[in-house]
Structure formats: structure tokens, C-alpha cells
């Protein structure tokens, strides 16, 4: 009775990245980190409430969830011709030691009474500098480390620790909260990156090797995704599909406080209902291998919307809550099956600076679409700025699933 289950593990598609003699050494480093992300998720925005001005609130909510990321596009494009002649290990451990350093300074000056609005903005932009290079490198080390069959099992696994992480790390953000406030969140998350940085420091500690194709241009990563016209299609729907989502970012929490008048643990509920339905996506993500992609995308984008709309509406918040979890589960599916296709098709020598420039450009969606969030909740609402962006996600669905349609019936109208 005990070889079935074993049996069944060993065949399982994630069986070849969880046993890679590397990858166990890195999983648990990132793990931590993913844990102190799925905290800072609630902490970053809830600390912008605690310290700025009532009246400009939303401003400054938009402005630090935006900081937090959007510094890392301009990183892709200004430290290309630097970073893409390091190793993927080092890409991700500077990303680590910078993000750990810039983010332990928060609490530290929240601890002295230093801490301006404005300084905290300022703060989280320096974090996330070389963010983008950080995702490129340990992605790029997975297709190194792992044929081509398993880039899309290993993606999942990330994305799968990533979402797992999302279920426990709001809750105890909320816990920590009550506790010592949301500065003290923000030193956790610090201390995570901290351990991600000497896990890949000690798992390669001469390096894994420069990266092929070192002395390519900054621009180099951007060529490749122009001349590839199914990797330029996928990222123009990815960034339009991650803009129209920024705004959550800002709507969610101001919509929780102030709207239901719930405290951060409400918060925490919501993503947490969204990381629990990531998990149940990352688990399945890898048995997706044979799904046509663009059918796959455009299906997820509009599922996505749909999903969203309950919170928009009004509706209960346990069927709102439900909502988030049924969204989270297409998350993880989406972002695997459009990373796998990077992998697959841009020049191994190049991977890095194509995964760079990806990237630089869905790290621009969000924290833009983040800064809109700002406005849109001043001038209609939380509640109404989500109903907005969910049916906007669901009409960029339906529109991209019809552009497919065209294209398909062009192709076979061909001679």
C-alpha cells in the first residue's frame, strides 16, 4: 500500500525541481522571503494609513504601494549594461542584500520618530531597484538547472511558494499589527530578504558563472521580445491586464477601513482568500503543459474579472472574500504558462536581459495602475474604483479572446 502514493509523487511533474541537488538548497532561502512579501502585502499599505495626512490618504496609499515596485523598471533599463554581466545567483542576492537594507531602515527610522511620509516613499522605491533583475535571475537559473519540459513545473513551484506564503503571511501581518504595528512587519520582511541573500551567497559561493551573451546591450533583452511576435502580444496583454489591476491595490484597503469599517485583519482575509485559491493553482499549474497558450491567457483574463466583480458590487463579504480566492486560483496558471513561453523562446544567451526586460514592463503595470488607483478612489470611490477595474480586466478578456478568434480565421483563410 505504500509504494502507490510514493510511486504517485515520484511521477508527479514537480518531483524533478523539488529533488534538483540546487534547488533544495535555494527553495527554503526563498520560502522565507516569499514569507516576509506575503506579509508586507498588508504591512506596506497599512503603515501609508497609520502615518499620512487623513485628508491625502489615498495619494500616499497609491504612491507607497507604487514605490514599492515601480522603481524596479527603471533598474531593468538603467543597469543593463552593469547587471547583465553578473550571474543569475548574484542578480538575485544584491536584489536581496538592497531590499533588505532599504527596507530595515523603515523601522529604524519609525523607531527615532523620523519617519515622514515622504521618507517612507523614498524608502520603498530603493528597495525594489533591482527587483527586476532579482525575478530575471532566479528565473533564468531554473531554465538553466532544468530541461525544457520542467520550466513550467518549476515556475509553478515558485509561484506555488510565493501563494502559499500569501495565506500565512497577511494573517500574521494582522497579528503583528495589533502586536507592535505595522513598522515591525516591515522589519520582519527586511530580515526574510536578508536570509534569501546568504542562501544564494552560500549555495554558489564562487559564483555560478557570468551569464552567456554578458557583453550584450541594455536593449538587448527589448529586441528580443520585438522580433518574437507571440512574446509581444503576451507582454502588451500581461501589462495592460496587471495595469487595470493596480488600482485593488489602493481601492481594497481604503474599501476595508473605511467602507466596512474593518480593521487589518479584514484586509488580511481578503488576500489571504486570494493566496489560498494561488496555492490551489500553483498545484495544478503543472499539469497544464499541453494547454494552447493564448486560449489559456485570454480565458484566465476574462475568468479573472469576472471573479473580481462581487467585491465591486457590493456584495457580502464572504461572497466578496470567496470572489478574491476564486481569482487567486487563476493567478498562479497565468503567470507559470507566460514565463514558460519566455523561456522557451527567447535565445539562452539572452534569457537573462529578455527576462530583465519582461519584467521592467509588467513591474511598470501594476505600480502604474497602482498611482491611478489614487484618483479613481478620490473622484468615485473604493468600492466603485473596484467594480471598475474588474470589469475592465473582464472586457480586456473578452476583447483579447476575440483578437485571437480573428487571427486564427485570417491564418486559415491563408492559401
Known amino acids: ?85 553578473r550571474s543569475p545567483a548574484r542578480l538575485v542576492a544584491w536584489d536581496a542584500v538592497l531590499r533588505a537594507t532599504a527596507l530595515g531602515a523603515i523601522p529604524v527610522c519609525h523607531a527615532l520618530g523620523m519617519l515622514s511620509i515622504e521618507l517612507y516613499v523614498v524608502l520603498l522605491a530603493a528597495s525594489s ?3 527586476s533583475w532579482g525575478q530575471a535571475g532566479i528565473y533564468t537559473l531554473l531554465a538553466r538547472l532544468l530541461p525544457e519540459r520542467d520550466h513550467l513545473a518549476g515556475n509553478a513551484v515558485l509561484s506555488g511558494i510565493g501563494s502559499l506564503c500569501t495565506v500565512f503571511g497577511p494573517p500574521l501581518a494582522g497579528a503583528l499589527i495589533l502586536w507592535g504595528g505595522a513598522a515591525t512587519v516591515i522589519a520582519v520582511d527586511a530580515a526574510t530578504f536578508l536570509v534569501l541573500a546568504a542562501t544564494f551567497f552560500l549555495a554558489f559561493p564562487r559564483g555560478d558563472g557570468p551569464a552567456p551573451g554578458a557583453s550584450a546591450s541594455r536593449s538587448a533583452g527589448f529586441a528580443v521580445i520585438r522580433r518574437t511576435p507571440a512574446l509581444l502580444g503576451l507582454l502588451a496583454l500581461s501589462f495592460v491586464f496587471f495595469c487595470l489591476f493596480g488600482p485593488v491595490y489602493v481601492a481594497l484597503p481604503l474599501y476595508v477601513s473605511d467602507g466596512l469599517g474593518g480593521p487589518a485583519g479584514l484586509l488580511a482575509a481578503f488576500y489571504t482568500a486570494f493566496g489560498v485559491g ?91 495602475g497602482t498611482a491611478l488607483g489614487g484618483p479613481l478612489v478620490s473622484g468615485l470611490g473604493a468600492r466603485e474604483t473596484l467594480l471598475v477595474s474588474a470589469l475592465s480586466i473582464a472586457v480586456l478578456g473578452l476583447a483579447a479572446a476575440g483578437a485571437v478568434r480573428g487571427a486564427r480565421a485570417r491564418r486559415g483563410r491563408r492559401p
Do not use: C, N
Not at 288 to 293: D, E, G, S, T, V
Open 129 to 131: 531597484v533591482l527587483h
Open 278 to 368: 494561488a496555492v490551489l493553482g500553483s498545484v495544478l499549474t503543472g499539469y497544464l503543459r499541453r494547454l494552447p497558450m493564448w486560449p489559456a491567457t485570454t480565458g484566465i483574463v476574462l475568468a479573472f474579472g469576472l471573479f473580481m466583480l462581487p467585491t465591486g458590487l457590493g456584495a457580502p463579504t464572504a461572497v466578496a472574500v470567496v470572489g478574491f480566492a476564486a481569482a487567486g486560483l487563476l493567478w498562479p496558471p497565468y503567470a507559470s504558462l507566460s514565463t514558460a513561453l519566455f523561456q522557451r523562446s527567447a535565445p539562452p544567451e539572452l534569457l537573462p536581459q529578455t527576462l530583465a526586460a519582461s519584467s521592467a514592463v509588467r513591474v511598470l503595470a501594476v505600480p502604474l
Open 1 to 85: 500500500m505504500s509504494v502507490k502514493p510514493a510511486r504517485s509523487v515520484s511521477t508527479s511533474p514537480y518531483w524533478p525541481v523539488i529533488t534538483h541537488s540546487t534547488l533544495r538548497r535555494l527553495l527554503p532561502g526563498f520560502t522565507v522571503s516569499s514569507l516576509g512579501d506575503g506579509m508586507a502585502v498588508v504591512a506596506v499599505s497599512w503603515l501609508a494609513i497609520e502615518i499620512a495626512p487623513a485628508a491625502e490618504r489615498g495619494m500616499w496609499v497609491a504612491l507607497a504601494a507604487a514605490a514599492y515596485t515601480l522603481s524596479g523598471a527603471a533598474g531593468a533599463v538603467l543597469l543593463g549594461r552593469f547587471l547583465s554581466r
